[in-house]
């Protein structure tokens, strides 16, 4: 399978990285009309689905946030129900039931008091863009106070990298799984300002995965993925770089 990846960076904050991770991921997905999924890595800032008209996959609610990421069990809420439902989510008494799930889930699934509930399957992640193409999913972060305190800890813990990694690998193995009688699948980052911490581990996977014929795992001698070793992968990181109007005459 062809696994093609686009991932966006900065150095500098604001240079329209998440405009053009979505403007690049609605052109595939209405060009190809093969899956492409808009993974939204800014964890620590604005979340993709404060700024789109985001449909959350619907699921039975009386589930906890986890339960979720069993999978959706009924599409998808209207962009407004969508609203309400992430209301519950910041709410301190409601937490959970009825709330959508967000990539902060996933990657934090396998805390150490969570190790007794089998990994979660990210199909339950799959948002979709109100009236967008049917190609098109996006996975959000939560900017939620709560969510961002989170999972910042982990986030900017260099230790912490090589865990951040295999929650990808594993988020691009299932998602390999998932489409798998595709001809193609596309996966569009966007990443948070600043090379360090979650750009920096994307960055790491680019090279790692996007060298043809020579992927290597993030320990030597540890297996990649079964779907992962074996897909034909193309990735194409973008450094976005505009110039500042205040740097005018002097660059
Ligand atoms: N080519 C462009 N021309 C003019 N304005 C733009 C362009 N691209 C993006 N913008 C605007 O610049 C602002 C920042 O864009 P965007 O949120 O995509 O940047 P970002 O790099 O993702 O920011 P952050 O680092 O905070 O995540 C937005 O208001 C956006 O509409
Ligand atoms: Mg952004």
Redesign the pocket.
Known sequence: MRLRCYSFH?VK????????ATACALALAERDGEPVVLIDM?LT??SLGDVLKLEAPRWNAEHPVLKALEGPSDGFSSHEETMERVRLRQDEELRGVGAPPYLNDFLLFPAPERVDIEDADPVGLLWRLQRGPEALRIIPSSALPRDVEAIVSVVYDEERTAFLQQRLEYLMEALLLLYRDEPSLTLVF?T??SIPGLSRAVLSLALRLGAQGDKRPIVPRRALPYELDNAEVRWIACL?ATLDRQDRGTV
């Open positions: 900065s904050g604001g240079v329209g990285k998440s405009t053009l800014d800032g604005t966007d948070p300002p976005v």
